[in-house]
Nanobody, 125 residues
Framework: QVQLVESGGGLVQAGGSLRLSCAASGRISGSMGWFRQAPGKERDFVAAISRMGDNRPYAESVKGRFTISRDNAKNTVYLQMNSLKPEDTAMYYC????????????????????WGRGTQVTVSS
């Protein structure tokens, strides 16, 4: 059973940056992604990355501001978040799949088998 542990969340002013990390307890051979959930809302797709990093889709709302990357040797995925906005405030969850999915499938939370417990990101105005 793979366990995912997120870190790097916190409180930041609008325009600031944070870097989230997600460490897996074992080797992740498939796709990985980040989702976020604000209070009272659905858990939404933020970004994903294929096994070799050649496929990296982003939600429209974060394009140009967020960058996803992974280090397979460390079983870790990162989310660099720049130019943060108050509407980015949410709990951020890391997800992983044992399959290296086609791009179309990366957007749906239902296609990921493993989830972390989340790290809170709060952006003040």
């Amino acid at each position: 059973q793979v366990q995912l542990v997120e870190s790097g969340g916190g409180l930041v002013q609008a325009g600031g940056s944070l870097r989230l990390s997600c460490a897996a307890s074992g080797r992740i051979s498939g796709s990985m992604g980040w989702f976020r959930q604000a209070p009272g809302k659905e858990r939404d797709f933020v970004a994903a990355i294929s096994r070799m990093g050649d496929n990296r889709p982003y939600a429209e709302s974060v394009k140009g501001r967020f960058t996803i990357s992974r280090d397979n040797a460390k079983n870790t995925v990162y989310l660099q978040m720049n130019s943060l906005k108050p509407e980015d405030t949410a709990m951020y969850y890391c997800a992983a799949s044992s399959s290296n999915m086609y791009r179309t499938y990366l957007y749906s939370r239902n296609n990921y088998e493993y989830w972390g417990r989340g790290t809170q990101v709060t952006v003040s105005s």
